[in-house]
């Protein structure tokens, strides 16, 4: 995942922007991305504030992505579970940010091209499977491990859903 690299698209659709939003929910694995993340974004901390949304209900989340400050970008990188312990699917999460957001959505991963996100440079979950399968077939064939190759997943050539570009009004 290059997460920074999203955040360079950001920067260079929106120039003014100030503000990252940051969803991650509050699980194991939103709060491994926010520690993870904090050393690759600390090349923007002259220019952009990061906030995080893991201390945040659902209904919470909602109500601030609609009170966002102008000069705002959303960053989905993942949700499962609030602060307040429960659990929601990608697909409503996304529903409800695009419904509500008053600043334009952006995440890492190919499969919210077309569900409210505007684009970038997207991870293709489709390869990734792919790949995936390829090595666990290989692997279940008895093919030694060290002879089963895992390539690296990049990013794709940045992608954009036109209706968000018109929407948020970034020029083409």
Known sequence: NDFPGLVDDILQLLPETKQVFMITGSGQIGNFW?????????????????VWSDDLSFPDL??????LPDDSAI???????????AAYAD??????????????????HSVYLGAGIVGG????????????ADAAIGILNDAPPHTVEALRQTSSQP???WRELQRWDIPE
Do not use: M, N, W
Request: hydrophobic content about 50%.
């Open 91 to 108: 697909e409503r999460v996304l529903a409800d940010l695009h419904r509500s957001a008053y600043a334009p959505l952006f995440a890492a």
């Open 62 to 67: 909602l109500a601030r992505v609609a009170s």
């Open 159 to 161: 992608i954009f859903d």
């Open 34 to 50: 926010r520690q993870e993340l904090e050393e690759p974004f600390k090349r923007f901390h002259d220019r952009l504030t990061f």
């Open 121 to 132: 440079r997207l991870i293709s979950i489709d390869d990734l499977v792919r790949r995936t």
């Open 75 to 85: 960053f989905y990188l993942v949700f499962g579970t609030d602060a307040a312990g």
